[in-house]
């Protein structure tokens, strides 16, 4: 395949390149490279050090065997993403090129209106792209658990399943008699940031654009990914993806290691009990591959819901410290008030069941990958102090 990954600078870009590329397939990239800005902008940096993206051409020629064919563009310009797409011409477009931090987006309006500019506009010129050069290609694009918010119920993969009603009580209680049918509806979405909104839109535009255009796309729904390492990146530190600490783009379980090895207690928000589902980066890649591999047929709108499993952000907490005391750190656990707006107690049963079925399995140990993580990240211990004040939560949501 060609396969065309927008963000290919980023934590899962660079490594799936990686992936593909060992698989023998043709892999192209663009980035604007606003990620390294970003994280700079908030007082950070990328706790693995990572190369240039000239390096990275460099090593991935020596790795691969081809060349990778990049581009450095906005992918919010139409003209320029059509002429890229013309030029290419993928097979895949996994789209990846998004401000992808909550907290970042509800620090002020400036950094909500961009993310939603840069979210919304970037994916929508590319389902014109593809449209008018590209119309076979399979778009996998990123989505976010996120969307869905926490209801009080099951959470289906992106629409209702076949057989749902939607039943009304009557005056005294009981069950009507009416039944609406929902099957194969969109289910309602519950976004908690202006960052998952636009997800949300972006959601809405993927799934109009394939029943206009016939387009074939597959949304991922992806919970919060952690880890160093993937096959491709275990024996070479050159290779290093990148791995983000602070509150806004840090995502906790990452979060978590890195404050382990500096000493700070780990930020729990409130009272721990928020649930979501999480995957390590090895297993994030291995579905990207898989559902590639699967493609939909045209026309065809799918969602897979790709997490490994379901945890209380206390559980992640405590497995951190557990880690990190077998490799003979003593960790803390601080109490956080929570800057979010968040149930901190709630329901929460997403299926899953959608990858399973084209072969996924979870291979990865939650406690291995962690101490992995946090023997990486040891060797950078002095640097990272340098940045420690930038892990505290200081973005509030109110």
């Given at each position: 395949m060609r396969v065309m990954i927008t963000?290919?600078?980023?934590?899962?870009?660079?490594?799936?390149?990686?992936?593909?590329?060992?698989?023998?397939?043709?892999?192209?990239?663009?980035?604007?490279?606003?990620?390294?800005?970003?994280v700079k902008d908030v007082g950070s940096c990328s706790a693995t050090p990572i190369l240039t993206m000239p390096q990275r051409m460099q090593l991935y020629s020596e790795f691969v065997g081809n060349r990778l064919a990049f581009w450095q563009s906005d992918l919010t310009n139409y003209q320029e993403v059509l002429k890229i797409y013309g030029e290419f011409k993928p097979?895949?477009?996994?789209?990846?090129?998004?401000?992808?931090?909550a907290p970042y987006s509800m620090i002020d309006a400036e950094q909500a209106i961009?993310?939603?500019?840069?979210?919304?506009?970037?994916?929508?010129?590319?389902?014109?792209?593809?449209?008018?050069?590209?119309?076979?290609?399979?778009?996998?694009?990123?989505?976010?658990?996120?969307?869905?918010?926490?209801?009080?119920?099951?959470?289906?993969?992106?629409?209702?399943?076949?057989?749902?009603y939607w039943s009304q009580l009557t005056a005294d209680g009981t069950m009507g008699t009416t039944h609406q049918d929902l099957s194969n509806?969109?289910?309602?979405?519950?976004?908690?940031?202006?960052?998952?909104?636009t997800k949300v839109h972006d959601s809405y535009n993927?799934?109009?654009?394939?029943?206009?255009?016939?387009?074939?796309?597959?949304?991922?729904?992806?919970?919060?990914?952690?880890?160093?390492?993937?096959?491709?990146?275990?024996?070479?530190?050159?290779?290093?993806?990148?791995l983000d600490f602070d509150e806004a783009f840090g995502t906790i379980i990452n979060r978590f290691c890195v404050q382990a090895v500096l000493g700070?207690?780990?930020?729990?928000?409130?009272?721990?009990?928020?649930?979501?589902?999480?995957?390590?980066?090895?297993?994030?890649?291995r579905c990207m591959v898989l559902a590639l591999e699967h493609p939909p047929q045209l026309g065809e709108y799918r969602t897979f819901n790709q997490f490994d499993r379901t945890y209380t952000i206390l559980h992640l907490a405590n497995e951190v410290v557990a880690?990190?005391?077998?490799?003979?750190?003593?960790?803390?656990?601080?109490?956080?008030?929570?800057p979010r707006i968040e149930a901190e107690h709630h329901y929460y049963?997403?299926?899953?069941?959608?990858?399973r079925a084209i072969g996924y399995h979870p291979i990865a140990c939650m406690r291995s990958v962690l101490k992995e993580m946090i023997k990486d990240i040891l060797p950078h211990e002095t640097r990272l102090q340098n940045y420690a004040d930038a892990v505290a939560p200081k973005t509030k949501w109110r």
């Open positions: 963000g290919i600078d980023g934590y899962l870009g660079w490594p799936l390149a990686l992936r593909l590329g060992a698989l023998g397939h043709t892999v192209g990239g663009i980035d604007t490279m606003f990620r390294r800005q970003w097979d895949a477009i996994v789209y990846l090129g998004e401000q992808p931090s961009s993310t939603q500019s840069n979210n919304i506009l970037g994916t929508l010129a590319t389902l014109w792209a593809m449209h008018r050069v590209c119309p076979k290609a399979h778009l996998l694009k990123l989505g976010t658990m996120g969307e869905y918010g926490t209801p009080h119920c099951d959470i289906p993969e992106g629409r209702f399943p076949k057989g749902s509806l969109i289910f309602p979405r519950c976004a908690g940031s202006w960052y998952h909104l993927v799934e109009f654009a394939c029943r206009a255009w016939n387009l074939r796309s597959t949304d991922v729904m992806q919970g919060p990914v952690y880890g160093t390492r993937t096959e491709e990146l275990k024996n070479e530190d050159r290779m290093a993806t990148r700070i207690p780990l930020t729990v928000y409130g009272a721990g009990g928020q649930t979501r589902g999480y995957l390590p980066l090895e297993d994030s890649i880690a990190a005391n077998e490799l003979g750190i003593t960790v803390e656990i601080g109490a956080h008030e929570n049963n997403p299926d899953s069941s959608g990858l």
